[in-house]
Structures are given as structure tokens and as C-alpha cells.
């Protein structure tokens, strides 16, 4: 699904991102990316979307070679990718629907997949009763739930999560990350970033662990830290 052949990315200051990275993921997998800030999270999460491209080395994407795609190619690789973010990015003056909706309009989707597939997802993650209010009249996490609905509802083969739990409290954080499970169980790999520790342990999944750009631990059913 996902490899990293060698990947090093540095900056034009001079700041090394990610340094001589080899990993490979496979198509079903929940991956943890843990690390302290700065580490390179964001900049793995930036390549595999191909919002930047390697300085050096080699990355390929389903099968696709990320470094060789021409820049016409990349809005179409992206739909097959959903994103959620720790801010959830929705827009305040369309409603929980139409919020969703609006990830099918932008690739054209019908009217008729759209009336079909975003009252499904919304069932899925909870939110069927309230498709019609307002961004602002939720909860944090339904806000979180609605903007995990719009990266899932065109059945992407890839979710990528950057702290998605960031901004929740611990209740609302497992409701969410039993969802990611139940999507995961459904075939889309998943890669989240984060910081949050008692999820990583509790939930044994791969976790890959980087440091000031290098990968320092690769391990299933692995936990947030190496105890000292």
C-alpha cells in the first residue's frame, strides 16, 4: 500500500525533516505515527498525500510512483485518500449534510450517490438525527464524528488521522477511535499521528515512532514509549 524507499526530505533552510526513511505498509493496516514535535509526522503525512515531494529517495502510493506523478495526476490520487485533522476544517455556514456532501460534490459525484451515501455514513458515525444544524450548534466531538464522516463517505482505500483526538475529552476520544476501528475492519488502512499515550497502549497496533527526522522504532502491537 505504502512505501518509503530510502526517503530523506530536508528543507530549503537546511532543516532535516525526515532522514533515509524505509518502511512499508500494507493495504489493511492501523498504524500509530508517534514522536515529540518536530519529529516529522507532518511532513510522512505531507509525502504520502504528495503535498511535498523527497528531497531523496523513492515513495509509492497504491502501487503509483509519487515521485514521477505529473501535478495534473495528483487531484485523483487524492480521492482515494481521506484526511481528518485535529481542527476538523468544516464549514460554518453549511450544515452537517452538506458538510459531507460537499467532499462527493468537489469529484462530481451524482446526485443520486450523494442522496445514497451521506445519510449512510452519517448513520455510521452517529449523526443521521442531525444532518440538517449547523457546525456550531455541535459538540466537539460531533464535530470530530462529521469531519470523519467527509473523509470516509467516498470510501477512500486510505485515512490519514493528524491528532485527531487532539481537541477531545477522553470519553469522546474512544467513541472516536471506535469508530476508526469499525472503518478499519472494513479494509481502509489508517495512519494517525499522535500524541496521546493511554490510546497507543490500550489499543496495541503498529506503532512506528520517529525522532528529529529518524525512524527510531518499527513495531507491532507496540505502545506509545520504550520504558527506561
Known sequence: MIQFQGVSKVYNNGVVALSDININIEKGEFVFLVGPSGAGKTTFMKLIIRRELPTSGMIYVANKNLNKMKLGEVPYFRRNIGFIFQDFKLLPNKTVFENVSFALEVIEASQREISRQVPAVLELVGLKDKAHIFPSELSGGEQQRVSLARSIVNRPHLLLADEPTGNLDPETSWGLMDLLLEINKRGTTIIMSTH?????????????????????????????GVEG
Not at 196 to 224: P, T, W
Open 196 to 224: 496521546n499515550k493511554g490510546i497507543v497502549d490500550r489499543m496495541r497496533k503498529r506503532v512506528i515512532a520517529l525522532d528529529a527526522g529518524k525512524m527510531i522504532r518499527d513495531e507491532q502491537k507496540g505502545v506509545y
